[in-house]
């Protein structure tokens, strides 16, 4: 059973029998998605590019995996447990009221005002809770740390390293089914998704690049990579709404430090090239966060020529009016091979 004390995962990595033990856990529920070669994104990038599809979970989004793994190591910790609070821009709260369904669990879910609306229905549909409150994700986090208190609720926080485990079960699929990669690209919301995939690399002794990509309007997890130290940013604006984060987890800010080899920042028009060229080079529906991979490889496609890419679709659940600016876009014309 995971542990839910505090774990200093610099100090302490992860083995690999424990990844492996909450992988069996996940795939006891979900079927391992697929990782996919893709040539026009290889002739858009220059490089061997491979896709790892995670908007193929019946979530539409990877953190379905540590939800699972989660309230499965919870329910074992505290069975008495009856109801979780969680806040969210909507994909870890689809996890979270995925596996509480699952376990029979009451599930409250907290999302800022102006939320992704169909990420709401999601989640109402997933049979949550919904309670709309706070202008951005960390005052939505305040908000259910008071539901919390007020009803006896089990705060579910967004990153942990009990969530990573069952997270990283995508990247033990992802390296184990295709050619060694040279880089990763992986993006960065409060960094669950990034710290599985170094965690499953460091775990199965690779050697390869894993790369954190946030939005240049919600930088925090950028600029303390680089400063060395947490810096929160008083805003967090961008339509890639899996990555609009001010304020940086600690942990998980000292296992990136120590595993990112960068952080690239992506803008809103990037993002959304990004999704109309995965729409047409491989008919997969990406959402803001889930197409900022792409957005970066291509600004570093120089830097990557002849290289194997691998690029983590994190999530597809884009709303109908981001997808249309995405439709709307002329994109610039890319040399193809």
Known sequence: MAEFAARDLVAAPFELAELERAAQAVHEVLVPTPQLAWPLLAARLG????????????????????????????????????GVVAATRGN?????????????????IVVPHGNNPDKNRAMRALG????????????????AAQRAADEG?????????????????????????????????????????????IAARDALGLDCEVVGVVSVHADAYAQSFEQGQRVATTSADTLADGLAVRTPSVPALAYLQQGLARVVRVDDEAVLAAVRALLEDTHNLAEGAGAAPLAAALAERERNAGRRVALVLSGANLDRATLARALDLTLEEETRS
């Not at 979970?57 to 009856?82: E, S």
């Not at 870890?92 to 409250?108: D, E, N, P, T």
């Not at 089990?154 to 997270?167: C, D, F, I, K, R």
């Open 153 to 197: 609720l089990y705060a579910l926080p967004s990153w942990h390293p009990v969530l990573v485990q069952g997270v990283a079960s995508y990247a033990l699929e992802l390296f184990r089914g295709m050619p060694p990669p040279d880089v990763v690209y992986v993006p960065i919301g409060l960094g669950s998704g990034a710290c599985g995939v």
């Open 92 to 108: 870890h709260g689809q996890s979270i009221a995925f596996a509480a369904a699952r376990l029979g669990l009451r599930a409250v």
């Open 128 to 143: 949550a809770e919904l309670v709309e409150a706070g202008e951005d994700f960390d005052a939505a986090l305040a908000v």
């Open 47 to 82: 490089c061997e590019a491979w896709v790892k599809h995670e908007n193929h979970l019946p979530t539409g989004a990877f953190k379905v995996r540590g939800g699972l793994w989660f309230l499965a190591c919870l329910q074992a910790a505290q069975p008495d447990c009856r």
